[in-house]
Nanobody, 117 residues
Framework: QVRLVESGGGLVQPGGSLRLSCAAS????????MGWYRHTPGKQRELVAT??????????NYADSVKGRFTISRDDAESTVYLQMNNLKPEDTAVYYC????????WGQGTQVTVSS
């Protein structure tokens, strides 16, 4: 059973930055595309960013709402995927999760990001 543990969230002012981390257990991490997702109460979970395996080129894609502000990356040696978030806006407030892309298995506990002055 693969386990995903997100960290790095917090309270930040508009315009600020955060770096989220997601540590994955299991040896299959490096062969899989990964994604960051976010969920706000009352809304469906939203796909924020994806990155293919490095073998497949490490190609990234972003939701229009975060393009140019967020950067997804991965470190296969550490089985970790990152989300660098810059110029944060109040509408980025959500619980952020990582998962494979397409998502499958059990979700982690997520990490809360709150953007507020």
């Amino acid at each position: 059973q693969v386990r995903l543990v997100e960290s790095g969230g917090g309270l930040v002012q508009p315009g600020g930055s955060l770096r989220l981390s997601c540590a994955a257990s299991g040896s299959i991490f490096k062969f899989n595309a990964m994604g960051w997702y976010r969920h706000t109460p009352g809304k469906q979970r939203e796909l924020v960013a994806t990155i293919t395996s490095l073998v497949s080129g490490g190609i990234t894609n972003y939701a229009d709402s975060v393009k140019g502000r967020f950067t997804i990356s991965r470190d296969d040696a550490e089985s970790t995927v990152y989300l660098q978030m810059n110029n944060l806006k109040p509408e980025d407030t959500a619980v952020y999760y990582c998962n494979y892309f397409p998502a499958r298995g059990v979700w982690g506990q997520g990490t809360q990001v709150t953007v507020s002055s």
